[in-house]
């Protein structure tokens, strides 16, 4: 799994949770994950540069056509019986027929080639971030079927099973057979769980690695204190009323 990971020194020191968590309240929306892992990837970015470096490449070639070699040096020389002779070299090529028309040509080619391929890595990176996050979707509807529908009904099941085997209306098989269907949801609802986080890990490595900082939750607002009523005010007693019956 270390290697797997690529993990080593002190980073192998992980250790396996006891149980997966539960699913987040809220996954990453699909309106700017696909701008975020062109952003991201590093595929995407070795297209873009090669691309670029192309492009610098054929601005260079045409802007240096019609200048061919030059050589810039320091010349020397001395007769036998004369002096030391000193002075500078300039040696200028002038392409009359070749002005690297094959050279630009190629270089133009190989640029088109990078720019189609760098749209069909962007283009495949975007189709990976849109399915990942569709299974990650998937993956939270099941969880949430087993979660709130199949593993409830099929506790009820067995509840009302037990009771019907205390009333001797069933056998012990058949107080069995519900139980058994209560562990097959057990156990499947742990499989969407599972299911569920590798599809959040596999819409992280195409997003580029990690996936986008969630928005801050809003807070919730105070509740208003709770309004204490005023009682109606007391009538003033009348003469009549001090006077026994």
């Known amino acids: 799994m270390n290697r797997l990971l690529g993990l080593w020194g002190e980073t192998t020191s992980w250790r396996f949770a006891e149980q997966l968590p539960s699913i987040p309240d809220a996954d990453p929306k699909l309106d700017h994950l696909e701008s975020f892992a062109m952003s991201r990837r590093l595929d995407v970015a070795v297209a873009k540069r090669r691309a670029?470096?192309?492009?610098?490449?054929?601005?260079?070639a045409r802007s240096t056509?019609?200048?061919?070699?030059l050589d810039v040096g320091v010349d020397m020389h001395?007769?036998?019986?004369g002096p030391?002779?000193?002075?500078?070299n300039l040696v200028i090529e002038l392409p009359i027929f070749d002005q690297r028309q094959a050279t630009i040509a190629r270089l133009e080619a190989q640029r088109r080639e990078m720019e189609r391929r760098l749209q069909e890595v962007a283009i495949d990176a975007r189709s990976e971030v849109r399915l990942a996050?569709?299974?990650?979707?998937?993956?939270?509807?099941?969880?949430?079927?087993?979660?709130e529908v199949?593993?409830?009904?099929?506790?009820t099941v067995t509840e009302q099973a037990l009771l019907h085997y205390n009333g001797m209306f069933i056998s012990a098989f058949q107080l069995l057979a519900a139980k058994q269907g209560e562990v097959d949801a057990r156990r499947g609802y742990l499989e969407a769980l599972r299911d569920y986080w590798i599809a959040r890990a596999e819409l992280a490595r195409a997003l580029g690695g990690s996936l986008p900082p969630a928005p801050p939750r809003p807070a919730a607002a105070p509740a208003p204190p709770p309004s204490i009523a005023t009682p109606p005010p007391v009538p003033p007693a009348s003469e009549g009323d001090h006077h026994g019956h």
């Open 52 to 60: 670029a470096l192309l492009s610098k490449a054929v601005d260079l």
């Open 84 to 88: 030391l002779l000193l002075g500078p």
């Open 150 to 155: 199949v593993v409830p009904l099929r506790t």
């Open 65 to 69: 056509r019609l200048v061919g070699r």
């Open 133 to 147: 996050a569709l299974r990650l979707d998937t993956g939270r509807q099941m969880v949430s079927h087993y979660r």
């Open 78 to 81: 001395q007769d036998p019986n």
